[in-house]
């Protein structure tokens, strides 16, 4: 730890290494300023998960100096903290000593949701006048007449103008969209049977006429609110899940001026030439050479190598990239805009397109749906005409086959089942960022995977456990603890939990290893030929370049492979047994690329690709008439997820890979994607019976309009009806007993992924 | 006939003041954090917490 986070200063036993915390410049950028001095950080806590945590959080939290108030949001699982001007409360590590580790996110951009309040508001108006109407309805079936049956209508058609104004207009306005663009959806026929069924009600109403339309106007329009609401919350909600994980892009750099002095930039100001100084465990904030220091540098996100690379004065390091071990100057050579992480941007933007052309199944119904509905409305006004000549007896019954064609159910169908899905794969750690990336990945027959960090954990994992001394390993893993270096910490996991062996100096050699003094002797874990190859230990491990030595004298030497990400083995044997083609496309090396696909049983694999080459293959595939799943997690992939047809990436993904990604899988395990391909294609099916219960509907309901025996009790009844039938079927998708099996993914996976470094 | 006088508009007042409050408590982020005070209710604070 250097002096450029003094975040770290507040962790009790300093020696330890500790997850990267954010700094207090950090927290600082991150904040809001409230007025009178108070300032409001908000913080994301993914672990918060029931009353004690709230009371723990919200008791501590409130002890700190300067800390006016802190609120836990337990449906966001956020903290935000309010705390008076002046030196920063040492908030994080506060949470981080009661094991709710906490990040920030971007506040930038998260106002409220103008969007929900809106539809939350029509719902309730809705909701009202649909109620009151329905009364005053019920009144007129059974028998109200005259003078009091015009009140009632009067009543009702005083009652339905906000409902028509508050929910209507979302209705209203997404049709205008559409027809102005010459497109057709299904926010068309509701708009046309809505303002049309109020039009001739309120025509009756002041003829004194029998038969007024307000309750299923209104009712109808309450229906598809509800719809649309709950479309909405289930967005909204992968959205938060989303944005609450920590972030893994620099926010901010500390800049060494000429004179000597530092400031605490964001990343946006950072210009080339600058000096940035980037401490170890933090990640770097642009593109630049090192001009001062040595370190191992992690690029698994920016390149899929899982091996760190050595970083000396004159290296290039790019944007991304963490550095490990040591503190390193950096000349910014390219600003922010221009590093790395833009052009992956620009490369990601380049590839969307493919999936921009996708049609939802609902708005493919539409186009069909709508004009069939309005031809035959009008159909039925001339038939009627020519038959009868009575031209208000011909409206009459031509607005009734309108308003009982209404795609209620239509417009239930599609949203309530994906709602139901949303939810059963949120509750299994899934998010789902719209609708339509259910559809995609119900279509797909291709997956494509990348390596590290998908397929694998990207962390290193001792394999040579049993042929080590395991006095040797407790020392090993003892010493591991003081660096942040992968391998040191895949040592450190392997601690006893008895008897620490204590060290009297610890010191890191960066981009060599670690050395300790106890007890007289020296300690060296690291490299080869820096610990010291003199050993008495003849059998020289292939792989294994890490050794430890105790004054020179080589004691134990460690082989590691990257660990494959739990349930990888059954999560590809079940995509394969669903049908689907499963290759691998990674940036490492033919030989690493080789071990994991033999012991996965990919069909393909292809190394060594930078992330064009990804995006060439997948449109490769994708000109072979395959639909592709891409998986990936790092900056690499990110264009590649992009040109996909759909993508999943895990949430230790770069922000950038899960903004990209429509479905981004919480836990560690790798059984998420077989489980969403599942439910995505049982969604599926619901969604067709769905559009077929509303098709045998409407021929049912359609012939009876046509013959003009439709009243609006009729209509009422059996729209309510088709619109429960349908609702029924969807919730059917709750019950299934997922074909694919859990392995043991419970809470120790979702704490696995809160912390992913 | 003269009942419904007092009795519609009674009737809409009350439905409309169900109504503005559902409004208000939206308005005043009571459906924020719905998990939160499902919790909340639990806690017992002490004296001196409480807020």
Redesign the interface.
């Known amino acids: 730890m250097s002096c450029c986070a003094p975040g770290a200063e507040m962790v009790p036993d300093p020696g330890r290494v500790t997850p990267d915390l954010p700094s207090n410049q950090e927290i600082r950028l991150a904040s809001r300023r409230l007025g009178d001095g108070i300032i409001q950080s908000d913080l994301s806590v993914p672990t918060v998960h029931?009353?004690a945590c709230?009371?723990a959080i919200?008791?501590a939290l409130?002890k700190l100096d300067r800390v006016e108030?802190a609120r836990?949001?337990?449906?966001?699982k956020r903290v935000s903290v309010q705390w008076r001007e002046g030196e920063v409360p040492p908030i994080i590590a506060t949470l981080e000593g009661l094991g709710h580790p906490a990040h920030l996110f971007e506040t930038d951009g998260d106002e409220k949701d103008g969007m929900l309040?809106g539809l939350?508001?029509a719902v309730?108006?809705a909701g009202?006048a649909a109620?009151?109407i329905m009364?005053l309805s019920v009144s007129v079936w059974s028998g109200a007449e005259g003078?009091?049956r015009d009140?009632f209508h009067w009543?009702s058609a005083l009652?339905a103008i906000p409902a028509l104004a508050f929910g209507g207009g979302i209705f209203f306005r997404s049709a205008w969209n559409a027809l102005r663009h010459g497109r057709m959806n299904m926010d068309v026929p509701i708009a046309v049977g809505v303002s049309l069924g109020y039009a001739m009600s309120l025509y009756e109403t002041v003829i004194h006429g029998e038969h007024a339309y307000f309750d299923a106007s209104v009712s109808l329009l309450f229906f598809l609110l509800i719809g649309r609401t709950l479309d909405h919350l289930l967005r909204e909600r992968a959205r938060t899940a989303v944005k609450g994980l920590s972030r893994l892009a620099a926010r901010g750099a500390m800049v060494l001026r000429d004179n000597g002095a530092r400031d605490y930039l964001p990343v946006g100001e950072i210009e080339p030439g600058m000096r940035v100084l980037i401490a170890a465990g933090e990640r770097v904030p642009v593109d630049g050479r090192i001009v001062q220091g040595t370190s191992d540098i992690d690029c698994s996100l920016v390149s899929g190598e899982s091996t760190p690379l050595d970083a000396d004065a004159g290296e290039l390091v790019q944007a991304g990239m963490l550095n490990l071990t040591g503190p390193l100057t950096v000349e910014a050579t390219a600003a922010a805009k221009d590093s790395f992480l833009a052009e992956t941007v620009r490369l990601l933007e380049a590839a969307e397109g493919g999936r921009a052309h996708y049609r939802r199944i609902a708005d493919r119904v539409a186009v069909l749906y709508a004009p069939v509905v309005h031809l035959t409305a009008f159909a039925t006004f001339l038939g009627w005409m020519a038959a009868s000549g009575d031209w208000h007896r011909a409206m009459t019954i031509a607005i009734a086959v309108l308003i009982i064609t209404c795609p209620c159910a239509l417009g239930l169908a599609v949203p309530i089942v994906q709602v139901v899905a949303a939810r059963r794969l949120f509750d299994n750690g899934i998010m789902v960022k719209d609708g339509s990336a259910l559809e995609r990945l119900a279509a797909i027959d291709t997956a494509v995977f990348d390596k590290t960090g998908t397929l694998t954990l990207g962390k290193p994992r001792l394999v040579n456990r049993s042929s080590i001394d395991p006095a040797m390993l407790a020392i090993a893993a003892a010493m591991g603890a003081h660096s942040r270096h992968p391998l040191s910490q895949a040592l450190a996991g392997l601690a006893s939990p008895a008897g620490q062996p204590t060290f009297n100096e610890v010191r890191e050699h960066p981009g060599f290893g670690i050395e300790a003094i106890a007890a007289g002797s020296t300690w060296r874990l690291g490299r080869r030929g820096w610990a010291g190859s003199n050993g008495r230990i003849g059998a020289e491990g292939k792989t294994g370049v890490t050794v430890l030595t105790r004054n020179g004298r080589l004691v134990a030497s460690f082989e590691f492979e990257d660990a494959l990400r739990a349930g990888a083995d059954t999560a590809i044997a079940q995509l394969k047994h669903a049908g689907l083609t499963v290759e691998m496309l990674s940036g490492d090396t033919a030989a690493a690329c080789a071990v994991v696909a033999d012991a996965l049983k990919l069909d393909r694999f292809t190394p060594a690709l930078v992330p064009s080459g990804k995006v060439q293959r997948i449109r490769q595939l994708t000109n072979d008439g395959h639909r592709v799943l891409m998986v990936g997690d790092g900056l690499n992939d990110t264009p590649a997820l992009g040109a996909a047809h759909v993508s999943i990436a895990p949430a230790t993904a770069a922000d950038i890979s899960r903004n990209a990604a429509d479905f981004v899988f919480l836990r560690e395990s790798l059984w998420a994607v077989p489980l969403a391909l599942d439910v995505s294609r049982r969604a599926g099916r619901l969604v067709r019976q769905n559009i077929a219960i509303a098709i045998v509907y409407n021929a049912i309901a359609v012939p009876i309009a046509i013959l003009g025996h439709v009243t609006p009790l009729i209509a009422a009844i059996a729209m309510s009806a088709s619109s429960v039938l349908v609702i029924g079927n969807a919730l059917r998708l709750q019950g299934f007993a997922p074909t694919t099996t859990a392995p043991s993914a419970t809470r120790a996976g979702i704490r696995a992924w809160v912390q992913p470094s | 006939?003269t009942t419904?006088v007092y009795l519609?508009p009674a009737?809409?007042f009350l439905?409309?003041l169900?109504?503005s409050g559902?409004?208000w408590a939206?308005?005043s982020g009571q459906?924020?954090?719905?998990?939160?005070a499902a919790?909340?209710i639990?806690?017992d604070?002490?004296d001196k917490?409480e807020?």
Do not use: K
Not at chain 1, 72 to 76: A, C, D, E, G, R
Not at chain 2, 31 to 36: I, K, N, R, S, V
């Open positions: 029931c009353g709230i009371q919200e008791a409130a108030g836990v949001n337990l449906s966001t309040s939350v508001r309730a108006v009202f109620g009151n009364l003078p009091t009140l009543v009652i | 006939m419904l519609l009737a809409l439905g409309a169900g109504l559902f409004l939206l308005r459906y924020e954090d719905l998990h939160g919790e909340r639990l806690i604070w002490d917490l807020r």
